[in-house]
């Protein structure tokens, strides 16, 4: 067991977390038996977060079957360690499917193996600590100018508000477009690519093959040819200028791999779209959930409010505020672990796989979930309450290594842990200084599709403080 509290592991090396405690000896358990053809594919689809959470209850290694595919479910976080750090060598992951590929094209999340690591090393400088650092002053200004926006009484689309806000974030960062009619166009356009991939991947297209033309599908492509015109224009315009800006995109266009060569202006259009489709959505997310959390535990809202008075009194918060402010953090972080906005880990076992001494025959689809793992009562006492202060630095529990894991571990482990962690801290103490939001009442359901959202609209009113 270790404390795992540096959330920024990601972003320094290429191992992501640190090495796994010793390997655990386990056995593999039936889960659920299911049907003859379907397996237990049904209860899956029906709803994959209650299934999940009832093949932890058989036991820590899980057989099951998916269709007529033989899977296994860890609910040990020393084996889902294991996964993550194995991933690349005896795991491999799924291939994504068309949608994923039309829009982020071969970028650092689609991409395999030597073309991968090759990638990996030339976009991970981008969003190294140091330069997430210079985009913080963005960050934190675009939530002013959403503050300033807002007044005591006013009534607010909590989920529209916090897309609209991450989304000027995710296009200043990433491309340097500040004028309103580019954001637009690029930002209508992801939005409609960003919703086509959801639906893809929790609907019908998730099985169907490749080359079957569905309205989604058009529309994907659509949207994708919007992107790479608008994408185009702004490399265009970033090579044409004098000067180095300081955007995601202008390091994108100096960086070059150890045989000395630049990304290809196709590769930086899949990485700089990778970037935004892998941050977007996952961070808007993450804070609509925490006003939701925030809004139903006043404890939770007066300790926040109290750091934030402390630490920043009447001024906006900067990057060198976000070490000092560990309690927004820490509701950031316990937002990650009761909402995980990316839910699921799966891999494919190459030969010689195995786990917890187990060996994993070749093509075995080993699977787990942050959903489930985040709410065992072994790892998280109390775990369906929302307690930022289990995360404290000197009181909180100690919790297990890998037993949260809301961006992954191992080689492929998020490359904008850092990124999203500034900018959700930012984005609270930004807002949270200034007002309160309060979320009507009554229990706000989840659907796990490519991001975890809410199952409604989620409104508020926004009180000054
Ligand atoms: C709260 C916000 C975020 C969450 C929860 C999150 C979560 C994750 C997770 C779980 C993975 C690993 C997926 C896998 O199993 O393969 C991942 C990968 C990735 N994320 Fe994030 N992410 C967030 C924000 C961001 C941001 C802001 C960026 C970009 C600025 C980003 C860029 C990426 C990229 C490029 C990868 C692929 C890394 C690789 O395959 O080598 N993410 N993210």
Redesign the pocket.
Known sequence: MSRDRDTDT?TGGDSGTAAVAGPRVHTLVPGPSGWPLLGNLPRFAKDPLAFFEQLRGHGDMVSWRFGRNPCVFLSDPACIGEL?TE?ERTFA?PALGIAFRTVMGN???V?WGAD?RR??SL?QPS?RPRQVKSYASTMAACAVELADTWADGARVDVRREMAALTQRI?VR??FGVDTPADADAMGRAMDVAQQEIGKEFSGIGAVLPDWVPTPGRRRIRKAAAVIDAEVARVVARHRDGDGERPD?LSRLLTAVDETGAHLTDEEIRD?TV???I???E??S??LVWAWYLLSRSPRARAALTEELDRVLGEREPGFDDYARLTRTQSV?KET?RLY???W???GVAGEGARIGGVPMPEGTRVWTS?WSTQRDPRWFPDPETFRPERWDPVDGDEIAEYAW????GG???????R???V??VLVLAVLARRFDLDVDPGDIGHVPSL?LQPDRDVTATVRAR
Do not use: D
């Open positions: 990601g993550l991933t992951q970028g650092v999340v991409a991968w990638k990996r976009v969003v995710a960062t990433i995601l990485e990778t970037l935004y892998g941050g977007h996952t961070t997310s993450t950031v990650l995980p906005t990316i699921l880990v799966t942050q894991f809301p961006f992954g080689p492929r482990v998020c490359l904008g842990t990124f999203a962690m900018e959700a991001t």
